[in-house]
Structure formats: structure tokens, C-alpha cells
């Protein structure tokens, strides 16, 4: 007699009817280590899958940082006006010493000839990168070479008109113009805002920023807050900060008086730290926020 065998049959869960349509002790054994198997394979690739989705989150936040970080390039800001002894030399050099101090790489270019700013640094901070130069080809050159180098670059244009002073201001991404609360300095803001204007026409309107901060103030009076107020009318930002006259800044070449904050120097680093919180703050929290 020809014994038939009939094939297994299978669902999708695996064997159910063995040889002949009788569940055997070794279909059963399989049909369990079967169903055991497939849960340890469905675990292991949803496990599989939440890894994969996890690495590529991963990925695409690794990647939007990096891309945020490559926003945050060098930032090239100039210090100007076209009446000297203004406070500028001053401004830019100490800018300068407090963003070193607060670990970012820094350079000056100092293209005003009188070269005030550049041997400032060069006795006060060794470390920060130096270039005095005044030719306006020579100025695009040397910028070009630091920003890939530095996070800011600091530059200190000359106290008159001129190529040099409009090759360093239609280079800045912010333009910092400080002048002193008096007739002189008021009337020859025309020409200084002469500058940045063209600068803004050449660039239609992309930049720099332009900041005006009032230097050298005696002391707080009426005229000075109505100045403030002109001066805002100007459609130009104007500081809040007021830098005062004080001893201790003028004594301070070849150092910082943010860096030795003493009784006498203590309200001019005051004025100093809150003018550049006020200039640069938003800055560079965005760039410590892009860098942890």
C-alpha cells in the first residue's frame, strides 16, 4: 500500500498541520521555537529601526549645527570718523583686548597712518594679530587673508577721508562711529556719515551696521540728552552707553582697563564692558550657543 504524504502547510505565523493532517510533538516544538524566533526578529528590527531613526536625527541636528556654525563667520568691524581724537584708536584697541580675554581669535588692522591702535597691542596683547597697513588694495588683500583666520577682526580707519578709510568702512560688517558731544565734532559728523552712506549705496543698503556712541563725555547734562536724541534722528543707531572722560582711560595705552579693574580705573571699566556688551552682546551669545 502507497502511503500518501501530504505536504506542511504554513500561514504566516508559521507550520500548523504537519505530515498527514496530525500536529505532531516535533511540529508543535518547531511551531513554538518558530513563533520565538520571528518575536526575536520583530524586536530586534524595531530595535533595528528606532537605532536608524535615532542616527539619523543624529545627523540631521549634527548637520543644522554645523550649518549654523558656518553662519557665524569672521566679523569685521571698523572704528571711524573723519575728525581724529575722537577716541577711536582707543575704542578699537581695547574691543580688541576683550574679546582676546573672552577667548576669541582676534586681529586689528590698523590702517590709519598714525599707527596709535596697532603699537598699542603690540605692548599691551603680543598675541593678538597685528597689521598696520594704509593702502586701500593692500587693506582688501590683508582683510581677505584674516577673516579666514580670526572671528573678529578689529579696524582702526583713518582720522580723515580718503581711499583707506572708505576701503576699511565698505568692508565692515559694522561700523562703530564714536565723536565727542561738541560743535566741532557735530559738524564734521556730516562728513564721517558722508562714508557710510556711500559704503551703503555700494552695498545696497547690506551694510556695515552702524553704531554712533558718544566719547570723551564730561558729563551727563541737558544738551547731551538732547544731542542723543538729534543724533537718533539720524537713522542711525545710537548707543545707549556713553563713554566718559576719565583719567584712567587715558593713561591706559599699552594696557586694558578692563583688565585691571582698580578704584581709579573702575568706572571706566564700566563704561567700557557695558558699551560692548551693548555692541556685540546678542553676537556672541549666539556664537557660544552654536559652539557647546
Not at 577716541?87 to 588692522?109: C, E, P, Q
Request: proline share 3%; glycine share 6%; charged share 25%.
Amino acid at each position: 500500500m502507497r502511503v500518501v504524504r501530504h505536504a506542511p502547510q504554513f500561514d504566516a505565523a508559521g507550520p500548523i498541520i504537519g505530515f498527514a493532517g496530525h500536529a505532531s510533538r516535533a511540529s508543535q516544538a518547531s511551531l513554538a521555537s518558530h513563533q520565538a524566533l520571528r518575536s526575536t526578529c520583530s524586536q530586534t528590527s524595531h530595535a533595528s529601526q528606532l537605532g536608524q531613526a535615532s542616527r539619523r536625527g543624529l545627523q540631521i541636528v549634527s548637520c543644522q549645527i554645523e550649518n549654523f556654525r558656518a553662519t557665524l563667520q569672521c566679523m569685521f568691524i571698523t572704528f571711524t570718523n573723519t575728525k581724529g581724537g575722537v577716541g577711536k584708536s582707543t575704542l578699537a584697541a581695547h574691543l580688541a583686548i576683550w574679546l582676546f580675554d573672552r577667548g576669541y581669535r582676534v586681529a586689528l588692522l590698523d590702517a590709519d597712518v598714525q599707527g596709535t591702535s596697532s603699537e598699542w597691542l603690540r605692548n599691551a596683547e603680543p598675541e593678538i594679530t597685528v597689521r598696520a597697513i594704509s593702502d586701500s588694495d593692500a587693506i582688501q588683500t590683508a582683510r581677505d587673508e584674516l577673516i579666514t583666520l580670526h572671528d573678529f577682526v578689529i579696524a582702526d580707519a583713518p582720522g580723515e577721508e580718503g581711499e583707506a578709510a572708505n576701503a576699511v568702512t565698505f568692508l565692515a560688517d559694522l561700523a562703530v562711529l564714536p565723536l565727542e558731544p561738541t560743535k566741532p565734532c557735530i559738524r564734521a559728523l556730516k562728513d564721517a556719515l558722508k562714508t557710510i552712506r556711500l559704503a551703503h549705496t555700494v552695498t545696497q543698503g547690506k551694510r556695515p551696521e552702524t553704531v554712533l556712541v558718544l566719547s570723551k563725555v564730561r558729563k551727563k547734562s541737558r544738551r547731551t540728552a538732547v544731542l542723543k536724541e538729534q543724533l537718533r534722528g539720524s537713522g542711525f543707531r545710537v548707543a545707549d552707553t556713553e563713554i566718559r572722560f576719565l583719567d584712567a582711560i587715558a593713561e591706559s595705552c599699552d594696557s586694558a582697563v578692563t583688565r585691571k579693574v582698580t578704584p581709579s580705573s573702575q568706572g571706566a571699566a564700566s563704561d567700557m564692558e557695558a558699551f560692548f556688551w551693548e555692541l556685540l552682546g546678542v553676537r556672541l551669545t549666539e556664537r557660544n550657543a552654536a559652539n557647546e
